[in-house]
T-cell receptor, first 114, second 113 residues
């Protein structure tokens, strides 16, 4: 069974540019989560989808971040315009609807904003 | 403020030795506590998950303990192997929240031959 995949694995962009991160959850997982870890800090929750609906986006840092999950399958996280403090590793996780505590994580996308 | 603190920040031990990692939390209301292993360049992988009523859980050479009264947990690794080198992260879930996880900063463990 394929795990959670994320693309790209690493992205280097300049301040002010736009970047879109993609997450493909495990097939059949309704729950999809985005987390990020900025340099030297702990991982923090960004938002949670149930299928295509945003359950909670309280962890999104500001309106430069936009997450979508059209069709309830893969999800994208767009940062526009990127700032230096957005650098970090962005993780995606997914779980079955009724097993929300069993989250499976992707390898993460390392974002570097210069 | 909900927080999870881990110690030590990093640890180096020789292959075959045992070690214990610590986690203190101030998360309330508490739902469950998990330990994750994160290899370099990979996403976290769950090792154990414990609810309020559980005070110990094992997964192979990994044994986690939980003291809900003192709000402390430990992860004991027995007979360490080179493949145990990774970051170990303690994560506490907030009761009533479907998804809100409070993450510790992790302990970076290095196993030397």
């Amino acid at each position: 069974e394929a795990g959670v995949t994320q693309f790209p694995s690493h992205s280097v962009i300049e301040k002010g540019q736009t970047v879109t991160l993609r997450c493909d959850p495990i097939s059949g997982h309704d729950n999809l989560y985005w987390y990020r870890r900025v340099m030297g800090k702990e991982i923090k929750f960004l938002l949670h989808f149930v299928k295509e609906s945003k359950q909670d986006e309280s962890g999104m840092p500001n309106n430069r971040f936009l997450a979508e999950r059209t069709g309830g399958t893969y999800s994208t996280l767009k940062v526009q315009p990127a700032e230096l403090e957005d650098s970090g590793v962005y993780f995606c996780a997914s779980s079955f609807r009724d097993r929300k505590y069993e989250q499976y994580f992707g390898p993460g996308t390392r974002l570097t904003v210069t | 403020k909900n927080q999870v603190e881990q110690s030590p920040q990093s640890l180096i031990i020789l292959e075959g030795k045992n070690c214990t990692l610590q986690c203190n939390y101030t998360v309330s209301p508490f739902s469950n506590l998990r330990w994750y292993k994160q290899d370099t360049g990979r996403g976290p992988v769950s090792l154990t998950i414990m609810t309020f009523s559980e005070n110990t859980k094992s997964n192979g050479r990994y044994t986690a303990t939980l003291d809900a009264d003192t709000k402390q947990s430990s992860l004991h690794i027995t007979a360490s192997q080179l493949s145990d080198s990774a970051s170990y992260i303690c994560v506490v879930s907030v009761f009533g929240s479907n998804y809100q996880l409070i993450w510790g900063a992790g302990t970076k463990l290095i196993i030397k031959p």
